[in-house]
């Protein structure tokens, strides 16, 4: 039994993000892919960006309000950014 917390970003296609805390998630991707609540319509169609594993609940929701603070907008907004440049191929097609 795996009783990790993954807090995760959600990159849409429009350029929006979305960041949470789960800890079953390929079952929240599906839930997110419903487009059942407004936060998941306004992202879009999207990928899975970045995930980030924590042992304990209080880990991962301090890491969550981190990502969606300004400084930490600002470090997901470089690490797209950085992810974008030539060069760099992410999710490469056989």
């Known amino acids: 039994m795996n009783n990790e917390i993954i807090v995760y ?3 849409g296609k429009n350029g ?3 960041v949470g805390t ?3 998630i390929k079952q929240r991707i599906q ?7 407004p ?3 306004a992202l879009g169609e999207f990928s899975l960006f970045r995930t980030e594993r924590f042992h304990t609940f209080i880990e991962a929701k301090a890491r969550e309000k981190y990502l969606k ?9 470089d690490l797209v950014e950085h992810t974008r440049r030539p060069g760099i191929v992410m999710n490469k097609k056989k």
């Open 39 to 41: 936060e998941d319509q």
């Open 16 to 18: 929006q993000r979305l």
């Open 69 to 77: 603070s300004a400084v930490g907008s600002k470090f997901l907004n």
């Open 9 to 11: 970003v959600l990159l």
């Open 22 to 24: 789960t800890n079953n």
């Open 31 to 37: 839930d997110h892919k419903k487009l059942e609540l």
